[in-house]
Each structure stands twice: as C-alpha cells, then as structure tokens.
C-alpha cells in the first residue's frame, strides 16, 4: 500500500454520489472563546477630550436579520438585542484541517501537503489535457465530459489526502462544516464576559501606560450546535476526521478555536448527537435512491450517536491499517 494508491482509490467529489453522512453535535466551550469580527469597539468610556475610546475586540456576531446591525456605540458596547454569538464553519473546519496536516506530515507532501495543489499551475493542467486528447481517439474525444474527466484524474494524482477531505482552490471538499448557533435563548450580553489585556511595548518589553484594552469573550459553559456533511468519502477518510475531532477532547493537549489559544482560551468539548449514513464507503449503488434515503432520514432525524461511535470505530482501524502499510518517509 502507497500513498499514491490512497489517493488514486479515492472517489471524486462530485457529480455522482456514493454516500452521504450527516453529524449533528454540540461544541461546549470549556475556557473562554474568542472569535473576534476583526473591528474596533467601544466599552463606552471616553478620553480626556471626551471621545468614545475603542478600547474593545469584539466577538463575531450573527445578526437576525439581513437589515439589523451589531452596532455597539447605541448599547454601551454590548451586543444589541437578538444579536448572538456563533462559530463560523470555516473557523471549526480550518481547526480539523490543521490538525489533519500535522497528523499526517510525517508520510510527505502526498499525504499533507500545505497549500494543496497549488503545485499543480492551470498551465500543467492544459499541457495534460493536450497531451491525453492527442492520445485518445476521435471518439473518445467527442465524448460529453471527457476533458471534465481528464482534468479530475489529474487532480486526484496530484491533490494530497487531507486537500481530498478538506478541498483546494480546484478540487472541492468533501466535508461541509455548518456554523455553530448558540443553543437556548440567552441574550448575547448574558453570554459573553471582558477580559482585561494590556499592550506590551515591543522595546521595553513592558505594559505601555494607557494601553488597557478588553477581549470579549463568550463565557464557559455556552453550548453551540453545529452540523457536519460529507459526501463521497471513504471509510478511512471518514477515520481521519473523526480522530481530528475527538482531538477537541484531548485532556492533555486539546485542539483550541479562535485566537489567545496561548493564553488558554478556546477549550471546547465536542459530543455527537445524531449521525445519518445512508451509501457505501466502497462504490456502487444509485445516487437517486441514496439522495432519497437521505432525505427521508433528515426528515425523520434517523441515526443516533451511538452509530457514529461504531463508524468511528470501524473507520479509525481502517486509517490506522493503511497507515501502518505505507513507511514514513525518511529526511
């Protein structure tokens, strides 16, 4: 077994559809989170001259509407009513891609590879495309789809094992991370909390006068709901992430969101509720009848947690048996 076989096994991600899995679960943060919207806030207090100081950073916001605002400056600094904190998807995904790179470094640039095929320019994908029409026959070239089929086979040598998962600027993932919404009814201000920080002048390396400034935070114990949906995964990549997951678990070095990871903040737990798998993880079967089937379980809510803890299992030993097939590369 090679890493190269892994990656020619794969399935494409798309249009045909070998099996669908939907996770539902429940990020718990442990420590403060911050998640910040990337501006400036005021705590209400002013300067000297009795301007409005921008002394806060902000958690991201999910507005109820598409015309409400977060606008803080009306509410002296706390989040207008209906405004709550969330988890973007892309936040909780880039975590589980992260740790899936590191996991899986020490087997190369086939396995993990950073920038994804970003070593693969559009202008060798044009060269392969030519040299494989000129090597087929006229009526394979006339065939719907065939330059569509050559650009995917090239990408499937090329695009890494956790790219295949996770998607690149050409091939599109196969995990789909939805955000996560606070669960319950408390208002935002009842969820979030202050942390006071100070500037660090990088000279002196000591606190510069006048510098205080506030991190919000939301407050431990707040419960977030969160969805995650592959599609044309294999067994073993369904392995992969469910180790990058239960890593969120970890009791010694748990896998944090958001930023001030170093100071301790963004220790969740993550826990499963229900889990739909509806296809085969080897091929074969009709994408209809699977789309049908899925939906019907959505509608119903099918699956539970104790079926993602056996797919897990089978999973996780089936990553860790190719695994233990393929030698690490040395250097």
Not at 4 to 30: A, C, D, H, M, S
Not at 97 to 106: D, K, T, V
Not at 115 to 135: A, I, N, P
Not at 220 to 232: A, D, H, K, V, Y
Request: contains cysteine; proline residues 5%.
């Amino acid at each position: 077994m090679t890493i190269q076989q892994l990656q020619q096994e794969r399935f494409l991600p798309g249009p045909r559809i070998y099996n669908l899995v939907r996770i539902e679960g429940t990020l718990t943060t442990k420590t403060p989170l911050h998640i910040g919207s990337g501006e400036q806030a005021s705590t209400g207090e002013t300067d000297a001259e009795g301007r409005p100081r921008n002394n806060l950073k902000p958690v991201l916001l999910e507005v109820p509407t598409a015309g409400a605002t977060s606008r803080r400056s009306d509410h002296g600094g706390w989040p207008p009513d209906g405004c709550r904190p969330f988890i973007p998807g892309s936040s909780l995904k880039g975590v589980l891609r992260s740790w899936c790179e590191q996991l899986l470094a020490p087997w190369g640039d086939d396995a993990a590879c950073v920038g994804g095929d970003q070593r693969l320019s559009t202008r060798d994908l044009e060269e392969h495309l030519r040299d494989r029409r000129s090597q087929a026959t006229e009526e394979q070239r006339s065939a719907p789809g065939f330059d569509d089929r050559v650009r995917a086979d090239l990408l499937r040598q090329q695009v890494d094992l956790v790219s295949g998962v996770f998607g690149t600027g050409r091939w599109r993932g196969k995990v789909e991370v939805g955000p996560g919404r606070v669960q319950g009814r408390a208002r935002a201000r009842d969820l979030l909390a202050r942390l006071p920080r100070v500037a660090i002048d990088p000279v002196l390396g000591a606190a510069e006068d006048g510098k205080l400034f506030f991190v919000e935070v939301v407050r431990p114990g707040t419960e977030f709901s969160i969805q995650l949906r592959l599609r044309n995964v294999r067994r073993w990549e369904v392995g992969l992430l469910a180790l990058a997951l239960e890593s969120l678990n970890d009791p010694d070095f748990p896998t944090r969101i958001g930023a001030h990871t170093q100071q301790g903040l963004g220790q969740v737990t993550w826990s499963v509720k229900t889990c739909t798998v509806v296809g085969n993880f080897d091929g074969g079967g009709d994408g209809a009848d699977i789309v049908k089937a899925y939906a019907a379980a959505a509608l119903g809510r099918a699956g539970t947690s104790r079926a993602w803890n056996d797919l897990c299992q089978e999973a996780i030993g089936d990553l860790r048996a190719r695994l233990d097939a393929i030698s690490i590369e040395e250097g």
